[in-house]
């Protein structure tokens, strides 16, 4: 069953905007884990949070996860015409193993 | 390092043909997972290998996929026979800890 799911499925901004993605899970987690997806590539990991851990960022990119409300957000600063992506959360819920994707928010950011 | 590494990049096969998909995963890295994407479905967990033993198939989606890990530096995706169904981009990924690494991909197309 799906375990993160990402909201908006959508979101189109302007350039130089913030964008900010939601994702909401049901079980506990070890860490949530952030990754970009262009169009026809692979996916690319961008951060990881872990669960005793409120917020970290990296570079543009701002991650918070709340687990008492089993939700995260991803928040992207200054967005460019580049960061126009489809973006997915993902979560572990134990230690080790796979990892429970959603269906990810599509980005588009306009010049 | 290369990446993670996947083989055929493409491949468009008639219905009943037996597909066979490839993958290397990055060097070190104990553990490899088999994903496959569609529009409808989002991106689906196939089936994952811990030190080239496969420890969690209820991915697959049924006795015509199977995939094997002879050793720590390959592991194939088979599909027969292929269905039209089976249309999809399949995506191999490793990891060690944490952050999964994802190989391109192969976008399969069953006519």
């Known amino acids: 069953s799906q375990q993160g799911e990402e909201d908006p499925q959508a979101l189109s901004i302007q350039e130089g905007e913030n964008a900010t993605m939601n994702c909401s899970y049901k079980?506990?987690?070890?860490?949530l884990q952030w990754y970009r997806q262009n169009s026809g590539r692979g996916l690319v990991h961008l951060i990881l949070?872990?669960?005793?851990?409120r917020e970290k960022h990296s570079g543009r990119l701002r991650v918070t996860l709340d687990t008492s409300k089993k939700s995260s957000s991803l928040l992207i600063t200054a967005s460019r015409a580049a960061d126009t992506a489809s973006y997915f959360c993902?979560?572990?819920?134990?230690?080790?193993?796979?990892?429970?994707f959603g269906k990810g928010t599509k980005l588009s950011v306009k010049p | 390092d290369a990446g993670v590494i996947q083989s055929p990049r493409h491949e468009v096969t008639e219905m009943g043909q037996e597909v066979t998909l490839r993958c290397k995963p990055i060097?070190?890295?104990?553990?490899l997972f088999w994903y496959r994407q569609t529009m409808m479905r989002g991106l689906e967990l196939l089936i994952y290998?811990?030190?080239?033993?496969?420890?969690?198939d209820s991915g697959m989606p049924e006795d015509r996929f199977s995939a094997k890990m002879p050793n720590a530096s390959f592991s194939t995706l088979k599909i027969q026979p292929s269905e039209p169904r089976d249309s999809a981009v399949y995506f191999c990924?490793?990891?060690?800890?944490?952050?999964?690494?994802f190989g391109p991909g192969t976008r399969l197309t069953v006519l």
């Open positions: 060097s070190g890295h104990d553990y």
């Open positions: 949070i872990r669960s005793n851990e």
């Open positions: 993902a979560t572990l819920p134990g230690s080790q193993g796979n990892l429970i």
């Open positions: 990924a490793s990891s060690i800890v944490g952050e999964q690494f």
């Open positions: 290998f811990n030190n080239n033993v496969p420890i969690d």
């Open positions: 079980t506990s987690i070890n860490n």
